[in-house]
């Protein structure tokens, strides 16, 4: 989760809310790993195109993403433990852990690789973590906005925040949200132990916004969206008018990096 002036927090943390209210069509319940998780599979041409939320965030974000995808294309949506419909974490809320819990949820729905990994927010964080780690299984990777493996050191660091923001936090982040945010640094140390991926396709999508606020901690954070595409030679970034929520206010831009990665993997004969 980018961190943010106080307002577009509270903001952004309320549209998370609202925006879990409307349900995707061909939503279901399935059982992986003896535990309920809400999703969405939808079979097609591949490669499989597979979408992780941000903190907090629930499958719904991706609502106007998936109906402007190519006609046929595979995909799959989901809400994470703990989140919507899905059934609470019994697991540590790292990356590892929602890594290999994903892998086995695509698997147990005939999803099988190669995937298009696109990943808003700490999802992110969450696919980048997916593509270091299994190489093999990834055509491509699309970051929304994408959480930075270092987002919390420095400047971002919440003891460095003023007590309104740490305030907010508290009441705001709350329940396995609060979980995978105290395992964000650790998800991040997570990325960096692994090599980078230079040899498919990587589109970095940054929100433009925020780049012209001024304070410490958004100069800090707009250096971390810099930072993200020279993590990864040879990726594309993309600046997008508008703020963080990219999925909802701008899936165009989505639409048009998928479509893009895409292209890009099936012409490699």
Not at 175 to 187: H, M, N, P, W, Y
Request: hydrophobic share 45%; net charge neutral; aromatic share 6%.
């Amino acid at each position: 989760m980018k961190p943010i002036p106080t307002l577009r927090l509270a903001a952004l943390l309320l549209l998370t809310l609202i925006a879990g209210c409307a349900g995707l069509p061909g939503t279901q319940i399935s059982q992986v790993d003896s535990r309920a998780l809400e999703l969405v599979a939808r079979a097609g041409s591949g490669p499989v195109v597979v979408f992780e939320n941000g903190l907090g965030g629930r499958m719904e974000w991706w609502g106007k993403v998936l109906q402007a995808l190519p006609s046929g294309t595979a995909y799959f949506v989901y809400n994470r433990p703990g989140l919507g419909n899905s059934a609470p974490a019994d697991t540590p809320r790292d990356g590892e852990h929602i890594v290999a819990e994903l892998r086995r949820a695509l698997l147990s729905q005939g999803m099988r690789p190669p995937y298009v990994l696109v990943g808003h927010s700490l999802g992110g964080l969450y696919m980048q973590l997916f593509a270091r780690k299994h190489r093999q299984e990834v055509a491509a990777l699309v970051l929304v906005d994408s959480t930075h493996p270092r987002q919390l050191e420095g400047a971002g660091a919440m003891e460095n925040q003023s007590l309104l923001v740490r305030g907010m936090a508290k009441a705001l982040i709350t329940g396995v949200a609060k979980d995978e945010f105290d395992g964000l640094t650790q998800t991040g140390q997570q990325v960096l132990s692994l090599p980078t991926v230079s040899d498919m396709p990587v589109y970095v999508l940054s929100a433009a916004e925020p780049m012209k606020e001024t304070s410490d901690l958004a100069r800090f954070s707009n250096a971390m969206r810099q930072d993200i595409a020279r993590m990864y030679p040879n990726a594309k970034q993309i600046w997008v008018e508008g703020g963080h929520a990219i999925p909802l206010e701008k899936p165009e831009a989505v639409v048009d990096a998928i479509r893009a990665a895409l292209a890009e993997v099936r012409a490699v004969p």
